[in-house]
């Protein structure tokens, strides 16, 4: 079970780590979690994508659900493709509701025939854990990992720098995992992150993360990096933060998310529907939605905040964005947010309020920065 939430925020196996280096801490998600160190957010954002970034993520909730029924039993609850996930594969996935909105996102790994392992945000883990327990009880047995820590290396160095304690990690592609010891601690490392950039997420037991960020932090091309960047980086991939760019109030076909809706559980595949809010689902699938999730160019200086309101040029109410923020890689602001879909089309030139004034955005395609995984 997950820990009862205390009045101050708990601190991760890093901690005293993070105060070595003197990082900017904040409570997040329950956590005390380091924003940025000395270096400042642009510096660390630049180093991971020329270097390889060292994340303390280890306010993410990890699962394990177990038994021969353990896949299908969650294909209730998702909308992907969970069954023909072979040992070793990750998948992208999302927890919808009754009303077909979002309650979280979550990666899926198939780490034994009859284990699959979720990484669930660090926000909603107390939710989907009772999520799931409510749905699932009686189907798999379900295990809160409250003993592992969660580490992410990310960046065009990072295959170097861990095949250099593992050469099976070089060996994986995008999206595929391997339990596999690093300099004699046992880790489940999948070959995926969240900056859009080649990388890793580390499993490791908590007693032994400190020891082995340590160990990371030894190789000239590791730093350490905050949630800033972390945040900057993942814009700029064009990724989704939940609570900010989905959450309850928002579909999977709002939110750009179609491709993950497996074929095979849309309408017309062989196990259509059966999760839920596949009705409502469905019916957007084939007859479109409102709105949509877009990429927002500002075109001037002057960065776009979350929330602020997205108007056409008759000033009129066409959308909300949801992230917005400086492209260090870029040298520009960029943003996301939700437009009416027939202003979805990219090109489209719109206006964002932004103290009282309106400044001129143009949708765009994402990611703004090509994502670089490693596919083989």
């Given at each position: 079970m997950i820990q009862e939430t205390q009045r101050d925020p708990h601190k991760t196996p890093l901690f005293a780590i993070h105060q070595e280096l003197n990082a900017k801490m904040t409570p997040f998600a329950g956590y005390y979690m380091p924003i940025q160190y000395h270096q400042g957010i642009k510096s660390e954002h630049l180093h991971t994508r020329a270097n390889a970034g060292l994340f303390d993520v280890s306010?993410?909730?990890?699962?394990?659900?177990?038994?021969?029924?353990?896949?299908?039993?969650?294909?209730?609850l998702v909308p992907a493709n969970i069954i023909d996930l072979a040992v070793g594969q990750q998948r992208y996935a999302t927890f919808t509701n009754e009303q077909g909105t979002l309650l979280d996102d979550l990666m899926v790994s198939r780490v034994e025939e009859d284990t699959?392992?979720?990484?669930?945000?660090?926000?909603?883990?107390?939710?989907?854990?009772?999520?799931?327990?409510?749905?699932?009880?009686?189907?798999?047995?379900?295990?809160?990992?409250?003993?592992?820590?969660?580490?992410?290396?990310?960046?065009?160095?990072?295959?170097?720098?861990?095949?250099?304690?593992?050469?099976?990690?070089?060996?994986?592609?995008?999206?595929?995992?391997?339990?596999?010891?690093?300099?004699?601690?046992?880790c489940y490392v999948t070959r995926s992150g969240y900056t859009g950039e080649d990388g890793y997420e580390i499993s490791v037991p908590a007693a032994d993360c400190e020891q082995l960020a340590k160990t990371l932090l030894t190789f000239a091309e590791v730093e350490m990096i905050g949630l800033g960047a972390r945040d900057s980086l993942r814009l700029e991939a064009g990724l989704c933060l939940y609570g900010h760019d989905i959450s309850n109030e928002t579909t999977p076909v709002e939110a750009s998310l179609s491709w993950s809706i497996a074929k095979?559980?849309?309408?017309?595949?062989?196990?259509?529907?059966?999760?839920?809010?596949?009705?409502?689902?469905?019916?957007?699938?084939?007859?479109?939605?409102?709105?949509?999730?877009?990429?927002?160019?500002?075109?001037?200086?002057a960065p776009v905040r979350e929330g602020a309101v997205v108007v056409d040029k008759e000033n009129h109410q066409v959308g909300t964005v949801t992230s917005g923020s400086f492209s260090p890689t870029l040298n520009r602001p960029i943003a996301m947010g939700y437009v009416e879909t027939e202003l979805a089309t990219p090109g489209t030139e719109l206006f964002a309020k932004v103290r009282n004034k309106q400044l001129p955005v143009v949708v765009s395609t994402l990611p703004f920065v090509q994502h670089n995984y490693y596919r083989g």
């Open positions: 306010h993410m909730g990890q699962i394990t659900l177990t038994g021969k029924d353990a896949a299908s039993a969650l294909e209730r699959l392992l979720l990484v669930v945000n660090a926000a909603c883990k107390e939710d989907d854990l009772q999520h799931l327990q409510t749905h699932l009880a009686n189907q798999c047995d379900i295990e809160y990992l409250d003993t592992k820590a969660l580490l992410a290396l990310q960046g065009p160095k990072a295959a170097d720098v861990l095949a250099q304690l593992a050469p099976d990690a070089a060996k994986l592609v995008f999206m595929t995992g391997k339990s596999m010891d690093l300099n004699g601690i046992e095979c559980r849309r309408p017309g595949g062989e196990r259509a529907g059966n999760y839920l809010g596949a009705d409502i689902i469905a019916q957007q699938l084939e007859n479109g939605v409102r709105r949509r999730r877009v990429g927002l160019l500002p075109q001037g200086k």
